[in-house]
């Protein structure tokens, strides 16, 4: 129920306040009534249930991602 | 680096190598001594169960499965009531694909439908605001369900139906919050020793509601991602605490404050309710929410005051689902667990429910 998947915002609609995302290859339009900043294309936001309900903080993903390398670096056999 | 593609934002957090590397970085800090870990949300026992995360885990190391799964913790009641709307001439039922299966009493909302019941099934709440047009001589029921993450959504669908003044939907709110099930699971039993906490319930709330664990109940706790790499690392932070703190795994998308709109939506049109019923945690005072008396034209309760009449419902008798929500049961547990109750024909929500855990063992549990 409280899954969520990553999109990548293709156009925004600040007017109508929609967006078209896509997810895997698949497009569709979300409601961004629940996003605090302002959107663009080329963002990533988490949509559930019809809705983006946040702009992902890429900076925040890369950071984790380097984490992982060090942790594979250190850990891995 | 640069994020170009979806790969980096669900592929790398799914990597099988980081899963492996992470084990033995938990493994490498482990001390030997017997920890509880409980994962609230049923997204979280999902992935768990999917990909064997608890097989990569040292013995001592225990996972619980928590009651974080709204359509589980639905009490029979609340389905029936919505069965008997449904069941009136003139009205539609709109409801999430999640609530379709589970058992009420007697039946579930798809047996409703079978029997004749208008029952529509929506992705979207605001798919919501069509039907109702379509259907103007139809009063439309929404049956809003889900913890905090969801409740956002269906405040927007409130807003909309009132923004263009449609008068035939009303709202049949069962909207359940985690901190309130979270504390009576701490005050009535004393076997977890530290949390994860859900992912997309902080997203909307920021993860400061969870604060009070660590300052009232002394239990380390960490928000993770819904990915199997984040529940590993979520892990492993919980083990590198010297003493129980709140933080944050899943920085990508949590925050201590949260979506400032999405909670003053939420604020607009709903209101604390007195008490839910919670299958297995039992009656819970302010856990859930109820529109704002501001809105009760379009309150499904005061409506279809009959209908919604809550006379608390048991469970079958063999049915496990109430402890296995408070983490005091396994699935394997269950007398009926693969036989009187299976995916095809279930007893209780936790094995409809995509996030429950008994459906989680049953599907992947042979695997292991």
């Known amino acids: 129920m409280c899954l969520a998947v990553p999109a990548r915002v293709e156009s925004c609609d600040s007017e109508k306040e929609t967006a078209r995302v896509e997810t895997f290859g698949v497009q569709r339009d979300v409601s961004t009534r629940l996003i605090d900043e302002s959107l663009k294309p080329g963002d990533y936001v988490l949509v559930h249930v019809g809705f983006a309900m946040r702009k992902i903080d890429i900076r925040q993903a890369e950071e984790t991602l380097q984490m992982h390398n060090k942790i594979i670096h250190e850990f891995d056999s | 680096m640069s994020l170009t593609a979806?790969?980096?934002?669900?592929?790398?957090?799914?990597?099988?190598?980081?899963i492996r590397a992470f084990a033995r970085a938990i493994d490498n800090c482990y001390d030997g001594r017997p920890l509880a870990i409980m994962e609230v949300c049923g997204g979280h026992t999902h992935t768990i169960y999917r990909y064997g995360l608890a097989q990569h885990l040292p013995p001592g190391l225990k996972l619980i499965h928590g009651p974080g799964c709204p359509v589980c913790i639905m009490p029979k009641e609340r389905i029936d009531a919505a069965i008997r709307m449904a069941q009136k001439p003139g009205v539609i039922l709109v409801t999430l694909g999640d609530m379709m299966r589970v058992p009420g009493e007697t039946m579930s909302l798809a047996d409703a439908r079978a029997g004749?019941?208008?029952?529509?099934v929506v992705y979207?709440?605001?798919?919501?605001?069509?039907?109702?047009?379509?259907?103007?001589?139809?009063?439309?029921v929404f049956f809003a369900i889900g913890f905090e993450t969801t409740t956002p959504m269906t405040a927007v669908l409130v807003e909309s139906v009132i923004a263009q003044k449609i008068k035939n939907v009303f709202f049949h709110i069962n909207h359940v919050l985690v901190p309130p099930a979270v504390r009576a699971l701490l005050e009535q039993q004393n076997n977890i020793d530290a949390f994860i906490a859900p992912s997309h319930v902080s997203v909307v709330t920021g993860a400061g509601i969870y604060q009070f664990m660590v300052s009232e109940?002394?239990?380390?706790?960490?928000?993770a991602g819904f990915e199997p790499v984040d529940v590993m690392q979520a892990i492993l932070m919980l083990l590198q605490q010297d003493t129980p703190r709140l933080e944050i795994q899943y920085k990508r998308n949590v925050d201590m404050k949260g979506g400032l709109k999405a909670q003053q939506l939420v604020n607009t049109y709903f209101e604390i309710a007195p008490e839910f019923h919670w299958?297995?945690?039992g009656p819970i005072p302010a856990s859930s929410l109820q529109l704002r008396e501001e809105f009760s034209s379009h309150d499904a309760a005061i409506?279809?005051?009959?209908?919604?009449?809550?006379?608390p419902v048991p469970d079958h008798k063999l049915c496990l689902c109430g402890e296995i929500l408070k983490g005091r049961a396994l699935p394997k547990d269950c007398?009926?667990?693969?036989?009187?109750?299976?995916p095809e024909k279930p007893l209780g929500p936790c094995m409809v429910s995509s996030e429950g855990a008994c459906a989680a063992e049953f599907k992947y549990g042979s695997l292991l």
């Open chain 2, 335 to 342: 007398r009926v667990f693969g036989k009187g109750c299976t």
């Open chain 2, 279 to 281: 299958r297995g945690l």
């Open chain 2, 116 to 120: 004749g019941a208008r029952v529509e």
């Open chain 2, 303 to 311: 409506e279809f005051a009959d209908e919604c009449q809550l006379k």
């Open chain 2, 6 to 18: 979806d790969t980096d934002l669900v592929d790398s957090f799914r990597d099988g190598r980081k």
């Open chain 2, 217 to 223: 109940y002394n239990r380390p706790v960490v928000v």
């Open chain 2, 124 to 140: 979207s709440p605001l798919d919501t605001l069509k039907i109702a047009l379509q259907n103007p001589h139809h009063r439309v």
